[in-house]
């Protein structure tokens, strides 16, 4: 069963005082993996590589990045890339996508390998849908990102409730919604072109969180903000992890992005700092 997001706030299971969210993809990549691409189409090789970097970094939950999981399907699969623009339809792209089941049976593998191989509570993290849409518009070259409304947005949200009923069996303790485009620069939010849909326009994904009792959080450059709870937890700034003196922002949790090229004996000091 999963740990309920409040009781993991409650009592981190690091011990630290503040809980701790580590997105630690760049990082890890850079460090553990030493430029070597990750096993994502390996679930016994991602799990041991999650666990290696869990026992360096500690975070109290364990993220499991399912966006970059369908990324690195889109450059590996040219007929994937292809059928996404089969049709010109708006959201044809994203359901597309989503649809393909190769790729939709492999992330619930992952989900369920790596939620029984890590002892720390799994948070599941996938682009937004208004976000996931816009790539998958601009992939597919449907026509320019200042076309997509709110509506288009809701109507993405449905296709990703509908997806996100393969995670039944994983015990997901948070799902968390990127908002940020890492192609325009390291979390730098896309949101300039694109609107900025409230908690209403995901309706469908929140009934689906609710019916399975997952946290659902939004997450942006600024950090993450849980829906429905008033919980917030702050980005640390990237500086920090350079050891330059920053100050910690105060939340009821924490979410750490360690940069690449943050040198390992700085971010293990800092790491102690928080604990």
């Known amino acids: 069963m999963a740990m309920d997001f409040a009781a993991l706030l409650a009592a981190p299971p690091s011990g630290r005082r503040t809980a701790l969210i580590v997105d630690h993809q760049h990082y890890a990549r850079a460090v553990v993996l030493q ?6 189409t390996d679930p016994v090789a991602f799990a041991q590589y999650t666990g290696q970097v869990q026992g360096l970094l500690r975070s109290d939950t364990t993220l499991l990045d399912l966006g970059a999981l369908y990324d690195d399907a889109l450059t590996r699969d040219d007929a994937l890339c292809t059928a996404l623009s089969a049709r010109s339809r708006t959201g044809y792209a994203l359901r597309t996508l989503l649809a393909h089941e190769p790729t939709a049976v492999a992330a619930a593998e992952l989900a369920g390998v790596v939620a029984r191989a890590s002892a720390a509570p799994l948070v599941v993290q996938i682009p937004s849908p208004m976000l996931w849409l816009a790539r998958t518009h601009e992939l597919s070259g449907a026509g320019p990102l200042t076309d997509l409304t709110a ?5 993405a949200a449905m296709y990703v409730a509908d997806w996100l009923r393969r995670l039944a069996a994983p015990p997901v303790s948070m799902l968390l919604l990127d908002e940020c485009d890492p192609r325009a620069g390291q979390y730098d939010p896309l949101a300039g072109e694109l609107p900025h849909p409230d908690d209403s326009v ?3 994904v929140v009934n689906v969180t609710d019916h399975y009792r997952w946290a ?3 997450r942006t450059a600024q950090g993450v903000k849980v829906v429905g709870s008033g ?4 980005r640390i700034p990237p500086e920090f992890w350079h050891g330059d003196g920053v100050a910690l922002p105060s939340g009821d949790f924490l979410l750490a992005d360690i940069p690449a090229d943050a040198p390992p004996e700085t971010v293990l000091a800092q790491l102690a700092q928080l604990n």
């Open 202 to 204: 995901y309706a469908p």
């Open 35 to 40: 430029g070597r691409p990750v096993p994502w």
């Open 231 to 234: 919980l917030n937890g702050p």
């Open 151 to 155: 509506d288009h947005a809701e109507n």
């Open 216 to 218: 659902l959080g939004r």
